[in-house]
């Protein structure tokens, strides 16, 4: 945690739902940021991350809930609140064919920023994102990771409080990814608010202070890190990577003494288990009993991957 | 309103960086009326002349005399002009000529004997079929006068009779032959060009505002439209620009054929009033339509492939490839309910050939306003739906 003292809440949201049809996509979330805080929506794809942030954004009306932004209630309209609001867009919300410059000048306008205000400010975003020597080239010839950071450069034109970005490194290469996680951590140090949606675990753990596990449109679990493992109780993880009929075999498993919990995945089965140094050798057993191919075995500490598997029982990667 | 420019101008510049645009835009239209207003002399060697002959002698005969001596020429006969405009519809005449009773008797008192021909506007037939009638009708005039004078049947001094002579033939020549597309009539020689270049223009003002909707399926589905609308902008912002940017678009089209046509292939376009009130109200139809199908369209690849499709169907049915005056009453109806393009071309048509006034073609206008404004609101209320998710 972070806590230095009362911080001002940026946003607040309470109750919110909405449903598609049968389908309710999101399902009661309620969340509060405060000023230089970093909080992670983190769940798997079709969770209701971006549904949420839609909402929170002013893009979609909740069915049920209120939203707070800067001190003003969030509408679908033109609004107060708006002003606050800074939205990365899961998809590169960019023209291809126009430069960067040209794209950023284009939502710097649209901001209502003036002339001379619009030009410093897409020549200071453009050095943020470190693509100031790229300002002329148009989107549609940019890798990936640099599409993503102008991408995220719009969204900063107008200083806003609150920086909102929806899943904002996917198909980003290491060293892209680690450029915007650092430049994310620097704006939260200069006192913005980062709404962070991933499903990605490892960028929740590395960037975020405080935490909300969604799944199937439910926040699930609030709080720092090491607040959530200890809430769902420290278990390590036993993975063994194997073939074979694995959910038999997690179905078995998850009976066995010393055993709290096993799912299988796509090529492994996770066991939660209370130590593995008694746990492990006769998991081995049973599984080469079950007559799975075992071909890797890992014991894991236990991180959001572990919590989300404990409160929701299936893993977080697709 | 700085939105609304703001988006304007971004659209109208990514339209400057899209090369298969700009070659709709700025190349083929010119090469469409190029390529079909000169076909056409050379698609008819000769010209299928239907004439009903009002007298047989005088100057009638020598009409009929000098039409069938012609050999670009092919004459038949008819008893009645409706048949005349009948067979021209029906394709199997490209021309009428019209040669009223007592014809040579009116020319000999000086009166005003018309001779009236019935075309196909798409023809260019039309100056060449003119030109032969008032030569021989010029030269008429000249034997009767000079047969007037020899029986000394005017009492003028000399003179003034030599000048009076000249002058009737010369209105002869001009004035009274009259020339009339198949439901109008005109004084001027028309260029060949003239219809292609109208049917053309509306073809595709609509055609490109069509493709063009598909940069408003792209401000949606990049999250462009996401990103301005969770700042100070709302859905009604993004419309009126993207609908302005289309808007201009067309008339900028329009603007440019009729130029291009009017100087590089002397197209007379008539009343200059019915030619602007034209362009500006089809690039209304053409931006509504362009905003109706971006709001349809699920992805940016199906604005034109469904719009080029459908606009190429609209021009046809709505007399863009060939006249509406040769189609089928049938159609016509068909075409007029359910093509703006058929009042579009058929206002402009009747300023080329029929040198029609802007009071003629009201009706014409204020249709095409109610398509304007029935495809621009129901394009509005679609886009404004889509972008705002419910
Ligand atoms: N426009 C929509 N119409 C119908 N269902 C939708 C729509 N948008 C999202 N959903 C459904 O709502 C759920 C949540 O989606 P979403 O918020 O996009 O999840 P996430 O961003 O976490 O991947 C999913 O099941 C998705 O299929
Ligand atoms: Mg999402």
Known sequence: MTEQGPRARVVRCEGLRKRYGDRVAVDGVGFAIAEGETYGLLGPNGAGKTTTISMLCGLLHPDEGTIEVGGSPMTTGRCEAKAHLGLVPQDIALYPDLTAKENLSFFGKLQGLDRGELRTRVAEVLELVGLADRAGDRIEGFSGGMKRRCNIAAALLHRPSLLVLDEPTVGVDPQSRAAILDGIDDLRREGMAVLYTTHYMEEAERLCDRIGIIDEGRLVAEGTQPELVAAVGQHPIVRLAAEGDLTTFAGLAADAPQVVRAAASDGRVEVSVLDPTRALAPLIESAEAEGLRISGVEVVQPDLESVFLHLTGKALRD | ?390
């Open chain 2, 1 to 390: 309103m700085t939105v609304v420019s703001a988006v304007c101008a971004v659209d109208l510049r990514r339209l400057s960086r899209d090369k298969v645009a700009l070659f709709f835009l700025l190349v083929l239209p010119f090469v469409l009326i190029f390529a079909i207003g000169a076909a056409f002399p050379v698609e008819s060697d000769t010209v299928r002349v239907g004439v009903v002959a009002g007298e047989t002698t005088g100057v009638g005969g020598a009409l009929i005399e000098a039409a069938t001596s012609s050999k670009s020429l092919e004459v038949t006969t008819y008893d009645d002009v409706r048949e005349v405009v009948r067979d021209i519809r029906l394709g199997e005449l490209d021309a009428g000529i019209v040669i009223p009773e007592g014809l040579t008797r009116t020319v000999e008192q000086g009166g005003e004997g018309e001779v009236s021909l019935e075309l196909d506007p798409a023809q260019r037939s039309s100056a060449m079929l003119r030109n032969m009638v008032s030569s021989v009708l010029e030269d008429q005039a000249l034997v009767l006068t000079a047969a007037r004078f020899a029986q000394g049947r005017t009492d003028a001094p000399p003179q003034e009779a030599l000048r009076v002579a000249e002058q009737q033939v010369r209105e002869l020549a001009r004035g009274q032959v009259r020339s009339i597309t198949v439901g109008g009539g005109t004084e001027a020689p028309v260029s060949g060009f003239a219809f292609t270049a109208a049917a053309q223009m509306i073809l595709f003002m609509f055609i490109n505002a069509l493709a063009g909707g598909a940069s408003l399926v792209e401000m949606r589905t990049t999250g462009v439209a996401d990103r301005a609308m969770s700042g100070p902008v709302d859905a009604g912002g993004l419309i009126g620009g993207l609908t302005l940017s289309r808007f201009l678009v067309a008339v900028f089209q329009g603007s440019l054929i009729a130029t291009v046509a009017s100087v590089a292939f002397d197209v007379d376009w008539g009343a200059p009033a019915i030619l602007v009130s034209v362009i500006l109200l089809f690039a209304l139809v053409s931006a509504g339509g362009g905003v109706l199908i971006g709001a349809l369209a699920r992805t940016p690849d199906q604005a034109p492939a469904f719009g080029v499709p459908l606009a190429l169907a609209m021009a046809a049915l709505g007399g863009c490839f060939f006249p509406l005056a040769v189609a089928p009453p049938a159609m016509q109806v068909v075409a007029r309910v359910l093509t703006p393009h058929a009042w579009a071309t058929d206002a402009l048509v009747s300023g080329v050939f029929d040198g029609a006034t802007i009071v003629d073609v009201l009706v014409n206008l204020a249709v095409l306003a109610g398509f304007a404004a029935l495809f621009l609101s129901l394009g509005v209320v679609l886009l404004r739906r889509r972008l705002e998710h419910r």
